[in-house]
């Protein structure tokens, strides 16, 4: 069972574009929502993430949008570098004792020139 | 320099042998993760642990075990029972009960030739 799906699989987006990426979850326990970066044959980073008391966060060219009703958040990318092509992680938490992140399954981006 | 290590980063197994990853972390963080990453799959859940000698499956814990004898450790020993352990295994740890940022090892991707 996902609890977490994830979209779209792989992308590719021109250099100064937008990226987006799209995540909906199911379990509405869910209270805290993880953004994770991941380059080639290293481990995932937190990039930026959101509770769901707020509809949006901003951190320099990555914004999450957070849609409580229709349990969905996104991530943004905003002029797309080279430099960001990585594999992108959404995640979800229900904080907590015991509390652990479930991921989705993951989105390849590559920038091109 | 805080972090966590993990060694190998590459490691071969022959059919039926059981090997150990090795995690290790400096963070003096309580809890611990162990996840599996295929491609498609995202990353899931092998085990965790939240404090010394003691630790719960996760989703996929068949033909895995795991050790927690001391806060900075958190062995992983992947065992002939796991009928398809090629795959890249990361380690995490976060603070206990909140796991708001999980951070990551750079990962042991294992091969069985």
């Known amino acids: 069972q996902q609890q977490v799906k994830q979209s779209p699989q792989s992308l590719i987006v021109q250099k100064g574009g937008i990226s987006i990426i799209n995540c909906a979850y199911e379990n509405t326990a869910f209270d805290y929502f993880p953004w994770y970066q991941q380059f080639p044959g290293k481990g995932p980073a937190l990039l930026i993430a959101?509770?769901?008391?707020?509809s949006e966060k901003k951190e320099g060219r990555f914004t999450i949008s957070f849609n409580k009703s229709a349990k969905q958040f996104s991530l943004h990318i905003m002029d797309s570098q080279p430099g960001d092509s990585a594999t992108y992680f959404c995640?979800?938490?229900?904080?907590?004792?015991?509390?652990?992140?479930?991921f989705g399954t993951g989105t390849r981006l590559q920038v091109t020139l | 320099d805080g972090g966590i290590t993990q060694s190998p980063k590459y490691l071969f197994r022959k059919e039926g042998q059981n090997v150990t990853l090795s995690c290790e972390q400096n963070l003096n963080h309580d809890a611990m993760y162990w996840y599996r990453q295929d491609p498609g799959q995202g990353l899931r859940l092998i085990y965790y642990s939240q404090i010394v000698n003691d630790f719960q499956k996760g989703d996929i814990a068949e033909g895995y075990s795991v050790s927690r004898e001391k806060k900075e450790s958190f062995p992983l020993t992947v065992t002939s029972a796991q009928k398809n352990p090629t795959a890249f295994y990361l380690c995490?740890?976060?603070?206990?009960?909140?796991?708001?940022?999980?951070?990551f090892g750079q990962g042991t991707r294992l091969t069985v030739v």
């Open positions: 959101i509770r769901p008391d707020v």
């Open positions: 995640a979800a938490l229900q904080t907590g004792t015991a509390s652990k992140l479930t």
């Open positions: 995490a740890s976060s603070i206990r009960d909140k796991n708001t940022e999980a951070f």
